[in-house]
Each structure stands twice: as C-alpha cells, then as structure tokens.
C-alpha cells in the first residue's frame, strides 16, 4: 500500500521522537517500504551540527543505524533553510512532494490553546501534504 | 540535546574550511522549559541578564530623570570629546583593512567553506543590509544634514576665547563661498555616511560570519573573540560581550523608533493634519500634535504610542513569518519604494544637473577625506567632535546589531565579494542618495532662493523639499510610508538578532520568543516615550560606542587570523 515512508526528525531532540521512529519502522516491514528520514537545519552552526555537512552526516548515520535495528530500507535527507524556527512547514512540504512520499509518519506535541493561533508542525503537514499523514503523539 | 551530539567526529564541511576544535556544545548553557503552551530555548545567563538590565535602566531613567539624564549625558559628551581621536583613528584603519582584504589574495576565502553556495541572491541580500544597516537614516538626513553642513560652511569661521573655533563648519569651512560651501557641505555629508560606517559593519559581519560558517562556533558575538580569548569566552568574558551587545541593539532600537514615530507623525500632522500649526490647534485623527518649535503645541503621546503600536505590530508580523516571508519581503518592497522616490527626484530634481553634482561630489569627497578624517589636531572641533566623533560611536554601537544581521544573510559569498558589497556599493549608493536629495534641496536655496526647507525643523525638511516638486502629495505619503517601514525592518531584524544572541546563538529558537522581544522593545520605547527618557538612554548606547570600538581593533586582529588558516579558492 505505501512504498516510501517519510519521518522528519529533529536530531536535537530524538528522545521525544522514539514513538514515531518506532511506528514507521513497524509500518515500513509491514509494507516493505522505504524510510526517509528528513531533517531540517539551517547553514549557520546549530546544536546539531557545525555545518551543513556535518549535519548530512548525523542524519546518514541515524537512517543506518534504524535500517540496522529494525531490518529496514532507510535514506536519508537533510533539508538546509534560512529559517528553521520558521520554514520547517514549509520545507517539510516541499520535502514531502521532493521524495516521493506517499505516507508521513510524524511525532506531535500534546494540544493546547495555543494551537489554534499558532497550528502545530503535524498539524500543517496533515493539511497541507498531498499524501497521508499519521501524527503520533508524543 | 548534548548527550546526541558528541562521540561523533566532525566531518569535513562543503569543501575545506578550518574548524575550530572546542569542548563547548552550542546551546549547552542553555534552559529549554515550557511556560504554559511556549517553549523556551534561552542561554542561561545572557537572556536574564540582559533582561534585566534594560529594565534597570527604564526604571533608572523614569525615577531620576534629571540624575538618569546628566549621569548619560555627560558620559556621551566625554566620551565624544575625550576619545574622538580614538574614534576617528579607529574608523581609519576598519576603512584601511578592509580596503586591504579586497586586494590581498585572502579575499578568495568564500564564507562557509570553499563550496559554499550563496544564501540569497544579490537584491535580497543587498536589500536586507541596507534596510538594516541605515535606510531610516537616509530619510531624516537626506535633506537635513548637506543642510546644516552647507549652512554653517557658508557662515564661515568664528574664533572665541582661548583661539578656539566655535563654529560647526567642517575643515576651513567656506565662508560666503556659495558653490565652495555647497562642495564641502556634500563633502561631508557623504564623509559621515560613506566608507567609514559601512567599513564598521563590515568588520563586525565579516569576523562573525567567518567564526560561524568556517570555523562552526556559535553564530553570537562572543565567537569572534575565541583567537584572542580561547575558551574564555565561553565564560563571563563571553557573557559581558553578549550582555553589552543585546544592551546597545535594544535602546538603540527602541530609542530610534521613539524619534521615528515622532518623525512620521509631524510628517502626517503636517501633511494631513486640520487646524492651524500657528495657532497650535493643528491635529491629526482628532488628536493635537505638533512639533513644538512650529506650532507651539507640546507633542501628545497619544499619535506617538499609536504609532509604535503599528510598527511594532507590523514586525511582529514579519518576524513570525521569518526570514523569508517576513524580512526579506519587507526589505525588498523598502528598497523599491526608496528606488522610485529616488528616481523621481532625479528626474524632476534635473538628471543633468544631479549627474553632475554626483561626481562633483564623489570628487570633492575625495579631495576631503583626508583633511576631514585627521584624527589628530583638528582646528573643526565642533564639527569633529559634535559631528564625526558623535557619528562614528553611534555606527558603532549600532555594529553589533547589524553586523549579525548582515553576517546572516551573507553565507556563500567570498571575502571579496563580501567587502565590495558591504563597502563600496553601499557608499556609492549613499552618494546618490544625498546627491539627490541634498543636492535638490540645496539648489533650492542657491538657485530659486527657496527657504522652506533650510529653515524647517529637522523632521519636516525633506517635506518642505518635496512640496516645491510636483505630485508632493504622492510623494510625500511614499516618504511617510518609507519612514514607518524603514523602522518596520530594523525592528524586526534587531529582534531576530536579539533573539539569536540571547539564545547562546541558537537560530531556531522557539518563535515565541523573537515575539517577545519584538514586543518588548516596543513596549520600552513607550514607556520612554512617555515618562521621558528617550534622550538619555540614546546617549548611553552612544557611551557604549567606546568599549565597541576596542572590540572592534580586536576583531581585525581576530579576522586575519582566522583568515589566514583558511584555503583560498
């Protein structure tokens, strides 16, 4: 039923993200699909990584190591924007359309007040994406 | 978090560029909480201290007004008049260094590594450091300042007690010389906002974009100090930096958007406004404003806090929608407004006229800049210390702000690049500016013996100057409309610098908090606005012009050295 299944990751905070990791690995034997993990960081040094190279690399070796534990096919793809506090929607989107996706599997904070003002990054991928998505929550 | 980041070596980045090996993990000194519904990302102590300390001086400066005022003013004018050697030495050598970087072959190193490709296409970018670095500017000195200098070059020298010269007229002045003292006043004009301003921020942009892109340490201030100070900076040299450096760019910030609500409101009280000024019933949306020294009516608050409320909101929106969508776009849409305006004067202005006096004026530039940059022995004392002194802290204290603004958006580009970009085009572009705009003015006094503008007040000028060519009303509303968004983008580019600074260089900061500084430099430019203060806390940051400047001898020192271990392209 799904041949590529997209997971964005924030390698700054993986503890909150082992759910999703879990659900799209699980999803991705069911079907026998691929897994892309997609990151988003901007060029300027970050927590993450130093660089954009280093940070292609951070991601490359997260991908290897969930194609080893879980048995899995897995790619990586590390997306470079100028505002990441802002982009990330939008460069998921576009990250979304770019791979090929045909389901998203990400994590999502708990709703609040503040999401009606302010949608959460789940929220507007599950509008927006022209492919399934399946939020999970943290 | 740190335990995720480290066990791993560091790969090379896009092509060579020399690392800086450090124990420090960006964002470890860092609280990442949850307030209710916002997340929190801050640099433990920076964010507080400087919190904390602008609310300080607010409080200072509203309970004492008269002490806040005098402890402030006096430190300026010392400052001013004590270190304008200091001043102008130090502004020569930014201009000398970076004029050398553009010629030695270390100009090839390419910010963010040897392949690095540019982040934002030459409009974009050159837009968004104009907007940042000194549009507002532009608009209140276009006119006023060839002016003054004009004004006072013509009145020629006066001699007081002790054989010293108490006129403000720069170098020998000119006196009833009219075609000499329009030269000099270009002259200087262009002196104070052509090379060495934009060397200063070069400086600061090229050192942090160079210890950030190449060298991976944290996009903040403190990062450019690392050769001199290791890992010092990392401690409480490092926090004194950053506290000093958010300090400056929030008064300095909340203090110019205080005079500039004060300039778009006498602009649209004089434009729009019903009564008579004097009579002093002149108002504006039913509210009675004037500028006093017109029409005798005592500024009402009520226009101004209406109008920070707008700007303010306006760059919230902006920063919420980012880099991207908000910044850039609004930078772009000044700049193109600020090009048509530009472009009319010039045609109606005379292009022949104004095309000649642009290299009469580049010229008479040149043959000055000598005996006008001289730090030492200076006759002009008023015009050295009350004018370039006072400009170069100003720029100055300003560094900080627009420097990591401009090194944002700069990644990509080469050293070269880099320096002719933010030197070189940036003056050439200021040079048409004031030749159009100065220079249409001052043709009004010397050849149609039109007085409006020379005598306006400083805020009214350039539409006194622009109420003598035809369509004034259209113009004028686009003047108004320049001024309100030219605030619009440096507030919304201090607050995204504030926001990086304050979170130990962190770019993705949770959004709520760019929010919160947004909003906050607002909410203190009111209250100074209305308890008074506006004054006195400008000349503070003025004061902190002085510990900038050694900051910034010491970042060339730090630059070359980070130069020189990187490979050239």
Redesign the interface.
């Given at each position: 039923m799904f041949r590529k299944i997209m997971t964005p990751v924030d390698?700054?905070?993986?503890?909150d993200l082992q759910k999703a990791l879990q659900v799209s690995a699980d999803l991705a034997r069911h079907y026998d699909a691929e897994v892309v993990y997609v990151g988003v960081?901007?060029?300027?040094?970050?927590?993450?990584?130093?660089?954009?190279?280093?940070f292609k690399?951070?991601l490359t070796?997260l991908a290897n190591e969930q194609a080893q534990t879980h048995g899995i096919k897995t790619s990586a793809d590390p997306v470079a924007?100028?505002?990441?506090?802002?982009?990330v929607d939008d460069a998921l989107l576009k990250a979304s359309r770019d791979t090929g996706a045909d389901l998203v599997v990400m994590a999502s904070h708990m709703p609040?007040?503040?999401d009606y003002i302010?949608p959460s990054n789940g929220g507007k991928i599950a509008e927006h994406a022209k492919c399934s998505v399946m939020v999970v929550r943290g | 978090?740190?335990e995720?980041?480290t066990n791993?070596g560091?790969?090379?980045?896009?092509g060579h560029?020399d690392?800086i090996e450090t124990d420090y993990?960006?964002?470890q000194d860092?609280i990442e909480a949850k307030i209710?519904?916002?997340g929190l990302d801050i640099h433990n102590p920076v964010f507080l201290i400087s919190g904390l300390s602008v609310v300080l001086f607010v409080f200072y400066s509203l309970a004492l007004p008269e002490q806040a005022a005098s402890a402030f003013e006096t430190a300026k004018s010392y400052v001013i008049t004590t270190f304008d050697f200091f001043f102008l030495s130090a502004a020569n050598i930014f201009v000398l260094f970076c004029l050398l970087l553009i010629v030695t072959p270390y100009g090839s190193v390419r910010l963010?590594?040897a392949d690095?490709k540019p982040?934002?296409g030459y409009i974009g970018w050159f837009a968004m450091l104009f907007a940042a670095g000194m549009g507002i500017g532009l608009l209140f000195f276009g006119v006023s300042e060839p002016m003054s200098h004009f004004s006072s070059s013509l009145a020629g020298t006066s001699v007081g007690e002790g054989g010293v010269r108490t006129d403000w007229a720069p170098a020998g002045a000119a006196g009833g010389d009219e075609a000499a003292a329009q030269r000099l006043g270009m002259a200087a004009t262009i002196f104070h906002w052509g090379l060495h301003p934009w060397a200063i921020y070069a400086v600061v942009a090229l050192a942090l974009a160079l210890f950030?892109?190449n060298k991976?340490?944290?996009?903040t201030l403190r990062s450019a100090f690392y050769p001199i100070f290791g890992d010092r900076v990392w401690g409480w040299t490092g926090h004194i930096i950053d506290t000093l450096a958010v300090f400056a760019t929030l008064f300095g910030l909340a203090t110019s958007l205080g005079f500039g609500a004060e300039q778009a409101a006498s602009g649209l009280t004089f434009l729009f406004g019903s009564g008579d000024a004097a009579e002093g019933t002149r108002s504006f949306l039913g509210i009675t404003y004037g500028n006093s020294d017109e029409s005798g009516v005592a500024n009402n608050p009520a226009l101004l806090v209406l109008l920070i409320t707008g700007i303010t909101a306006i760059a919230l929106v902006s920063v919420?929608?980012?880099?991207?969508?908000g910044v850039k776009v609004l930078s772009e849409i000044n700049m193109g407004l600020a090009a048509l305006l530009l472009l009319f004067v010039f045609f109606v202005g005379g292009p022949i006229f104004l095309i000649t006096l642009f290299f009469d004026s580049l010229a008479a530039y040149f043959q000055n800049i000598f005996a006008l940059s001289n730090p030492f022995g200076r006759e002009d004392v008023n015009f050295s210390q009350g004018w370039t002194s006072f400009y170069w802290a100003w720029w100055i204290s300003w560094s900080p702000f627009v420097g990591m603004f401009i090194a944002?958006?700069s990644?990509g580009r080469t050293v070269r690049e880099f320096v002719i970009c933010v030197l070189l085009i940036p003056t050439l572009v200021c040079v048409l500016w004031m030749t159009v705009f100065g220079g249409t003015a001052l043709n009004q006094v010397v050849a149609e013996g039109y007085e409006g503008a020379k005598n306006a007040a400083l805020e009214l000028k350039l539409f006194y100057m622009l109420s003598q060519l035809p369509l004034a009303t259209i113009t004028s509303v686009v003047g108004i409309i320049l001024v309100v968004v030219f605030f619009v983008t440096s507030s919304d580019s201090g607050s995204l610098v504030i926001d990086t600074i304050t979170a130990g260089?962190?770019?993705?900061?949770?959004?709520s908090q760019?929010v919160f500084w947004c909003v906050f430099e607002g909410a203190v430019a009111i209250v100074l606005l209305i308890g008074g203060g506006l004054a006195s806390l400008q000349a503070a940051v003025i004061a902190t012009g002085l510990p900038f400047t050694l900051v910034l001898l010491l970042m060339c020192f730090a630059i070359w050295k980070g130069l020189v271990s990187e490979r050239r392209a």
């Amino acid at each position: 039923m799904f041949r590529k299944i997209m997971t964005p990751v924030d390698l700054g905070h993986l503890g909150d993200l082992q759910k999703a990791l879990q659900v799209s690995a699980d999803l991705a034997r069911h079907y026998d699909a691929e897994v892309v993990y997609v990151g988003v960081s901007a060029a300027a040094p970050s927590a993450t990584a130093h660089n954009p190279a280093e940070f292609k690399a951070k991601l490359t070796a997260l991908a290897n190591e969930q194609a080893q534990t879980h048995g899995i096919k897995t790619s990586a793809d590390p997306v470079a924007c100028h505002d990441p506090a802002k982009d990330v929607d939008d460069a998921l989107l576009k990250a979304s359309r770019d791979t090929g996706a045909d389901l998203v599997v990400m994590a999502s904070h708990m709703p609040s007040v503040l999401d009606y003002i302010w949608p959460s990054n789940g929220g507007k991928i599950a509008e927006h994406a022209k492919c399934s998505v399946m939020v999970v929550r943290g | 978090m740190a335990e995720e980041t480290t066990n791993q070596g560091i790969p090379e980045p896009e092509g060579h560029s020399d690392l800086i090996e450090t124990d420090y993990e960006i964002g470890q000194d860092n609280i990442e909480a949850k307030i209710g519904p916002f997340g929190l990302d801050i640099h433990n102590p920076v964010f507080l201290i400087s919190g904390l300390s602008v609310v300080l001086f607010v409080f200072y400066s509203l309970a004492l007004p008269e002490q806040a005022a005098s402890a402030f003013e006096t430190a300026k004018s010392y400052v001013i008049t004590t270190f304008d050697f200091f001043f102008l030495s130090a502004a020569n050598i930014f201009v000398l260094f970076c004029l050398l970087l553009i010629v030695t072959p270390y100009g090839s190193v390419r910010l963010g590594g040897a392949d690095a490709k540019p982040d934002y296409g030459y409009i974009g970018w050159f837009a968004m450091l104009f907007a940042a670095g000194m549009g507002i500017g532009l608009l209140f000195f276009g006119v006023s300042e060839p002016m003054s200098h004009f004004s006072s070059s013509l009145a020629g020298t006066s001699v007081g007690e002790g054989g010293v010269r108490t006129d403000w007229a720069p170098a020998g002045a000119a006196g009833g010389d009219e075609a000499a003292a329009q030269r000099l006043g270009m002259a200087a004009t262009i002196f104070h906002w052509g090379l060495h301003p934009w060397a200063i921020y070069a400086v600061v942009a090229l050192a942090l974009a160079l210890f950030s892109y190449n060298k991976g340490l944290p996009l903040t201030l403190r990062s450019a100090f690392y050769p001199i100070f290791g890992d010092r900076v990392w401690g409480w040299t490092g926090h004194i930096i950053d506290t000093l450096a958010v300090f400056a760019t929030l008064f300095g910030l909340a203090t110019s958007l205080g005079f500039g609500a004060e300039q778009a409101a006498s602009g649209l009280t004089f434009l729009f406004g019903s009564g008579d000024a004097a009579e002093g019933t002149r108002s504006f949306l039913g509210i009675t404003y004037g500028n006093s020294d017109e029409s005798g009516v005592a500024n009402n608050p009520a226009l101004l806090v209406l109008l920070i409320t707008g700007i303010t909101a306006i760059a919230l929106v902006s920063v919420v929608r980012g880099l991207d969508g908000g910044v850039k776009v609004l930078s772009e849409i000044n700049m193109g407004l600020a090009a048509l305006l530009l472009l009319f004067v010039f045609f109606v202005g005379g292009p022949i006229f104004l095309i000649t006096l642009f290299f009469d004026s580049l010229a008479a530039y040149f043959q000055n800049i000598f005996a006008l940059s001289n730090p030492f022995g200076r006759e002009d004392v008023n015009f050295s210390q009350g004018w370039t002194s006072f400009y170069w802290a100003w720029w100055i204290s300003w560094s900080p702000f627009v420097g990591m603004f401009i090194a944002r958006v700069s990644r990509g580009r080469t050293v070269r690049e880099f320096v002719i970009c933010v030197l070189l085009i940036p003056t050439l572009v200021c040079v048409l500016w004031m030749t159009v705009f100065g220079g249409t003015a001052l043709n009004q006094v010397v050849a149609e013996g039109y007085e409006g503008a020379k005598n306006a007040a400083l805020e009214l000028k350039l539409f006194y100057m622009l109420s003598q060519l035809p369509l004034a009303t259209i113009t004028s509303v686009v003047g108004i409309i320049l001024v309100v968004v030219f605030f619009v983008t440096s507030s919304d580019s201090g607050s995204l610098v504030i926001d990086t600074i304050t979170a130990g260089g962190k770019v993705d900061a949770p959004v709520s908090q760019r929010v919160f500084w947004c909003v906050f430099e607002g909410a203190v430019a009111i209250v100074l606005l209305i308890g008074g203060g506006l004054a006195s806390l400008q000349a503070a940051v003025i004061a902190t012009g002085l510990p900038f400047t050694l900051v910034l001898l010491l970042m060339c020192f730090a630059i070359w050295k980070g130069l020189v271990s990187e490979r050239r392209a």
